[in-house]
């Protein structure tokens, strides 16, 4: 199934469950009960995170992907001894337990990932346990269990972007190996699944890291903010026909590690990340593919970076944790993009930054791992919408 059809695959899954919640609440994970009676909870007037099984170990930066099971599959990031791992994790929603997986080939953090239109998991670049930039590609496959190497990349890269486009390939952009981390790299290659092999493609006007890329509902790719030396405005579009870069219109605001998500009218929601001065920053501002523009929509009520940001079931964007350049936070917002305007929703369970976040099939949302103010987390959490 091509991308948008899996997309229509989900929605009627969890329009299923949902339905059959009625009757069989157990096939919900989140409804009469957490299933983990030491778990704690915070709420708030529009939703709440609860507390949920632990991973096997600590995990920041990993990457976090849903399978078409329903399960999450959590893999690397920087471990309790401040080094890359290798392991990864499956989280079961109907457990709310995780369990051990294969582990990849090599340890890595600030790695890029998407899962493929055949269900497999495409985990690219990062940096291993001595620091070193990456350019081995690997595949998780959920049938095994297992990781396999793939090609690759032309270029080791930390901290790229990979967007699965609509034909089932993969852009990777950007990123920095570590001889040049304040110059990152401009470049970008395409990834085929049936191959198993890189191609070059054109590359960013300006190079980056820290970035964020979207995929649009016309087929082509947003890239915005990052950092090459400074954090940047300086968004371009992909497009995959023409298989080059252009300029578009400017965020009005440089941003390092925002969020950016694809709203259900089609605009780009960026958010918070590091600005001028590497202020932390509240404001945020949408993208219009048609235009070619941004425009300020309503702050957050804290300014954060390094957050996630997941679109809900009803359209509404949860802003969870991040940090505001002193301490991690435990704070959530919504964005309503109907009234244009952030409201409080319930808090974390812990304070976390450099967390990882996939909205499961019944429209909860599973936050997992990241950093504290002292060290990398094992715990986890969900939230569910009242």
Not at 5 to 32: K, Q, T
Not at 79 to 92: N, Q
Not at 254 to 260: E, H, I, N, S, V
Not at 274 to 279: L, S
Request: glycine share 12%; with cysteine.
């Amino acid at each position: 199934m091509m991308r948008k059809e899996l997309a229509r695959f989900h929605s009627a899954y969890f329009i299923f469950n949902l339905c059959a919640s009625l009757v069989l609440p157990v096939l919900l994970i989140s409804c009469g009960g957490n299933g983990d009676s030491n778990s704690s909870t915070s709420s708030g007037a529009t939703g709440t995170f609860t507390a949920t099984g632990m991973m096997t170990s600590p995990r920041s930066m990993p990457t976090a992907n849903l399978l078409l099971d329903g399960q999450v599959l959590v893999a690397g990031g920087i471990g309790s001894s401040s080094i890359a791992v290798a392991s990864a994790d499956l989280y079961d929603p109907i457990s709310r337990t995780f369990s051990a997986t294969g582990s990849m080939s090599f340890p890595r953090d600030a790695a890029a990932s998407v899962r493929l239109l055949d269900g497999r998991v495409f985990v690219a670049g990062g940096e291993d346990n001595t620091a070193t930039a990456i350019a081995a590609v690997e595949l998780y496959n959920p049938a095994t269990g297992a990781w396999t190497l793939t090609g690759n990349m032309s270029t080791p890269r930390v901290n790229p972007s990979a967007t699965l486009l609509d034909n089932g390939k993969v852009l990777v952009v950007g990123g920095y190996s570590i001889d040049s981390y304040s110059f990152p790299l401009a470049s970008a290659e395409i990834y085929d699944p049936d191959t198993g092999t890189f191609s070059p493609t054109g590359s960013l006007f300006t190079g980056r890291r820290n970035h964020t890329a979207t995929l649009l509902n016309n087929g082509k790719v947003l890239i915005a903010g990052g950092y090459d030396g400074t954090n940047l405005d300086a968004p371009e579009v992909y497009d995959p026909t023409a298989g080059i870069f252009s300029v578009t219109g400017s965020m009005g605001t440089p941003r390092r590690f925002p969020t950016a998500n694809l709203l259900l009218n089609g605009t780009v929601l960026l958010a918070g990340g590091y600005g001028t001065n590497d202020a932390v920053l509240a404001s945020t501002s949408l993208y219009n593919s048609g235009a070619g523009t941004f425009s300020y929509t309503g702050s957050m009520n804290t300014p954060t970076g390094r957050q996630t940001a997941t679109l809900l079931i009803d359209g509404k964007v949860l802003i969870a944790g991040g940090y505001n350049g002193v301490n991690a936070l435990s704070s959530a917002e919504l964005y309503d993009p109907i009234a244009g305007i952030f409201s409080v929703t319930g808090s974390m369970t812990v304070p976390r930054w450099r967390h990882s976040e996939a909205r499961l099939l019944n429209g909860d949302v599973l936050i997992v791992g990241g950093k504290d103010d002292v060290a990398a987390l094992a715990s986890a959490e969900t939230y569910t919408r009242k």
